[in-house]
C-alpha cells in the first residue's frame, strides 16, 4: 500500500492540519476573529463555545485519559514499528499523521484546562486560542516538512531500487 506516492494521502494530509488550525478548542477562527474585532453577542458566542468544547474536551480527559493515553501509547509504537522496523509505508504514513495530532491534543486538553482554571474571557480569551492556534500551525509547519520530507525520500528511494 503506497501512501507517498498516492495524491490522497497529501490532501488528507492538507486538509487535516487546515481543520486542526481552524477549528481551535471546537471554535471556529473566524468566530475568534470575528469576536476580537467587536462586542456583544459575537464574544458571548465564542465564550459559550469554549466553556462547552473544554469542558468537554476535559471530561474525556478526567474519565479516560488513562485509557486513552495507553491505547495511543500502544498504536503509535506499533505503528512506529511496523512503519519504520519492518518498513511499511502505509504505517510510516499513519505514524506522521497521528503523532503530532496527539501533540495537538495534548495542547488542547491544557489550554482547556487553563482556560477553565483562570475563568479566562474576552480579550485574555482571544490571546489564548491565538497562541493555541500559533503552536498548532508550527507543530503542522513542522510535520509537514518532516512528512514531505520522508515522503520524498521514499519515493526516490524506491524509484531508484524498483520497489
Known amino acids: 500500500m503506497r ?3 498516492n495524491l490522497w494521502f497529501w490532501i488528507a494530509l492538507a486538509v487535516l492540519w487546515s481543520t486542526a488550525s481552524h477549528w481551535v478548542l471546537g471554535v ?11 462586542e456583544g453577542r459575537t464574544v458571548s458566542d465564542m465564550e459559550v463555545l469554549v466553556r462547552i468544547n473544554g469542558d468537554r474536551l476535559l471530561f474525556i480527559a478526567r474519565e479516560s485519559g488513562l485509557l486513552i493515553t495507553g491505547f495511543a501509547g500502544f498504536l ?12 511499511r509505508e502505509f504505517a510510516q504514513a499513519l505514524f506522521l499523521l497521528g ?3 496527539g501533540l ?6 491544557n489550554t482547556a484546562a487553563k482556560v477553565q482554571r483562570l475563568e479566562l474571557s474576552g480579550t485574555d480569551l482571544i490571546r489564548q486560542l491565538t497562541r493555541l492556534r500559533l503552536y498548532i500551525r508550527i507543530i503542522g509547519v513542522i510535520s ?3 512528512t514531505a ?15
Open 3 to 5: 501512501s507517498f506516492s
Open 28 to 38: 471556529p477562527w473566524d468566530l475568534v476573529l470575528r469576536a476580537g474585532k467587536s
Open 76 to 87: 503509535i509504537t506499533a505503528l512506529f514499528l511496523l512503519g519504520f522496523v519492518y518498513h
Open 99 to 101: 503523532t503530532p495530532m
Open 104 to 109: 495537538v491534543w495534548l495542547l488542547s486538553v
Open 144 to 146: 509537514i516538512f518532516i
Open 149 to 163: 520530507t520522508w515522503g520524498m525520500w521514499q519515493n526516490m528511494s524506491s524509484s531508484v531500487l524498483g520497489g
